[in-house]
Structure formats: structure tokens, C-alpha cells
């Protein structure tokens, strides 16, 4: 269809984007909160060290932020803020008295993705802040719809695959072992014949779900790898505490007891294959098609168990 078929009309409902406010003087953070809060959530922060803390409480879709504070400036602040993996994406708008050239570009070199000026006009505030909060608001559509798996609202494999490249690049820097955990549930076409595609769709989202909630580091990762395969993501972690992870997943769905009385054990059960970065035995395997040898040795093996290479753990 041509994209210019699709109907646009529809306004974008940016009524719970949150704007963090940082500025040293209260009456000026009043100014902006007059302006703006019957349209957006506003927060505050009277200082930088102030608004990192509100950062980690709640990420903001857009900070606007005054240049000259004492202690931490603007600027600096705005540095700090693109260095940090989980802040770098926030939107930075300066909200300034300058009007010098050289100081202008210092914001633009910092991160700032656009300027205010001070003494603050109401209309171009509004609209300037608009424009930002919609191009958020897009960019991070976008984002979902390329890396997120629209079942079960995990990654998918687009995203792992990215991931991976940057992980393996990583491993070979560090030398910090990493873990990957291949998840395939059993019997899943016999499963979809038994019960239909309806409640195959919501018991692969429940599987998603638990993977999900049984990894305990931020930096751990599942991604859907494939139909019915997730894969694991465990960074610095050996084979011991991949086995331990592994387990908890197989036994946690053991415990939900999803009825599948076509398979051997009645509920629905998972093999795991793991396989880590420096112990991948086979140098002509990559880590991944090596965790995937271990998946196999685990369906051949009976199902329902952890493999590691030429082990299993039921
Ligand atoms: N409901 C549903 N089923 C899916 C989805 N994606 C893949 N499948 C099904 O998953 C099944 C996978 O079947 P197989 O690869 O034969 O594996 P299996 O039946 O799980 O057998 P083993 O892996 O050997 O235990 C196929 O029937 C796919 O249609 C999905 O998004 N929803």
C-alpha cells in the first residue's frame, strides 16, 4: 500500500510524556510548569546531581535544561547525561539567556537537540516541545515495531541478532565469559493440534514471560529466536550459573503445570541447550549453533533437561 494511503489524521496522545524541568531557580522551573503541565506530566530538579536522581526514578522523554547552575553546569550535565547507557536517549532542550556564537555551539557539541530562549515565549515553548516529543514518540514506535516480537513482547530476533555482534565483540575484548541459553519448548505442533493456534499463541506468551522473569541481571537478555526457541543472553556468567538459570526456567514451568496430554509428562515442559563464548568446544561452531547442538542432545535425550556439552541435568 502506498504510504501516502495510510490515514495520518490520527493526533499522536503525548498527555503522559514526562518533562524533567532543571533549573537552579525555582521561579523559572514555575514558569515552564505554568506553560506546560496541563498538557504533559512535568517534573522537577533544582540542581544536575538532583535531576540524575529523578533520572533513575523515571526516565523523562524530554529534559529542558538551564545552561548556568553552580555546581554541576548545564553543559557538563548534558555530557554525563549522553555517557550513561540509560539516560543517553533522553531528548535535551536548553533553555538559555545566552547569545553568544561559540557558547551556543557548546550546547549543540554537548547533546542539545534544540534551544529555548529566556525570557521563556509560552507558544514557542509549547511547540518546540511538541516537535521534540513527537519525534520521541516516533523514533521510539519505530524501535518497537523493528525489535520487539509482537506476541509476546520480548525482543525478537532482528534485536538479538544485533546484540549478538556487540557481544561477541565484547567477549573477545574482556575475556569475560558469557552464557547462551537456547529454550525450545516440547512437542509444541503437537500441542497447537490438541488445543488449537489460540491457546498455543497465549501459552508461548506465558513461556516468554516466565524466561522473562527468571533472569535476575539487568543485563541479561531473551529474545524469541525463532516459532516456539528463545534465546538467553547471560554476560559474564560461566557455565555453572547458565546451568542454574537454565534449571530454574524448566522447573518454574514444570511448577505452572500447563496441561499437554500429548506429551510424555502431560504439561508442557522445555529442553534447554546452553553453551558459553569460551568454552564452545568446536572452533568451526559458533557459540550459538553450539548451545543449539546441546538443545538437540537434550529433545534426544528425553525432553523436559538441561545439556551442556556431553551432560544433562533432568
Ligand atoms: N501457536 C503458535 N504456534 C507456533 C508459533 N510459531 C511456531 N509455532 C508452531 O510450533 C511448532 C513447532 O513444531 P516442531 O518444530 O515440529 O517442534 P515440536 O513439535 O515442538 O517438537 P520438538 O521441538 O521436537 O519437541 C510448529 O507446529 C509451529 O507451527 C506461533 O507463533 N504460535
Not at 110 to 124: A, E, L, R, S, Y
Request: aromatic share 8%; with cysteine.
Amino acid at each position: 500500500m502506498p504510504i501516502s494511503k495510510l490515514n495520518d489524521d490520527a493526533e499522536v496522545d503525548l498527555s503522559q510524556s514526562k518533562i524533567l524541568v532543571v533549573d537552579d531557580q525555582p521561579i523559572n522551573i514555575q514558569t515552564v510548569y505554568n506553560i506546560l503541565s496541563d498538557d504533559y506530566v512535568v517534573l522537577a530538579a533544582t540542581s544536575g546531581k538532583d535531576a540524575f536522581k529523578v533520572c533513575e526514578k523515571n526516565i523523562p522523554d524530554l529534559i529542558l535544561l538551564d545552561v548556568v547552575m553552580p555546581e554541576m553546569s548545564g553543559l557538563e550535565f548534558c555530557q554525563q547525561l549522553k555517557q550513561r547507557s540509560d539516560t543517553k536517549g533522553i531528548p535535551v532542550i536548553f533553555v538559555t539567556s545566552i547569545n553568544q556564537q561559540e557558547e551556543e555551539n557548546e550546547c549543540w557539541v554537548c547533546g542539545g537537540i534544540d534551544f529555548i530562549t529566556k525570557p521563556v515565549n509560552p507558544m514557542t515553548l509549547k511547540n518546540r516541545v511538541k516537535a521534540q516529543l513527537t519525534l520521541k514518540y516516533q523514533k521510539d514506535l519505530l524501535l518497537k515495531l523493528v525489535y520487539v516480537d509482537g506476541l509476546t513482547s520480548i525482543f525478537n530476533r532482528r534485536y538479538f541478532d544485533t546484540h549478538f555482534e556487540k557481544l561477541s565483540n565484547e567477549v573477545e575484548r574482556s575475556h569475560r565469559d558469557t552464557a547462551i541459553v537456547m529454550v525450545d519448548i516440547d512437542y509444541f505442533k503437537l500441542y497447537n493440534d490438541r488445543y488449537g493456534h489460540v491457546l498455543g499463541d497465549s501459552t508461548l506468551k506465558q513461556v516468554a514471560l516466565l524466561i522473562q522473569n527468571s533472569l535476575q541481571r539487568p543485563a541479561d537478555l531473551v529474545s524469541r529466536y525463532g516459532g516456539e526457541e528463545f534465546v538467553v543472553v547471560l554476560p559474564e556468567t560461566e557455565v555453572d550459573g547458565a546451568v542454574a538459570v537454565a534449571e530454574r526456567i524448566r522447573t518454574s514451568l514444570l511448577k505452572k503445570q500447563i496441561e499437554h496430554l500429548t506429551s510424555e509428562y502431560k504439561v508442557v515442559t522445555v529442553s534447554i541447550g546452553i553453551s558459553t563464548f569460551l568454552t564452545c568446544k568446536s572452533k568451526q561452531h559458533t557459540v550459538i549453533e553450539d548451545a543449539d547442538v546441546n538443545l538437540y542432545e537434550a529433545k534426544k535425550g528425553g525432553r523436559n533437561r538441561v545439556c551442556i556439552s556431553s551432560t544433562a541435568t533432568e
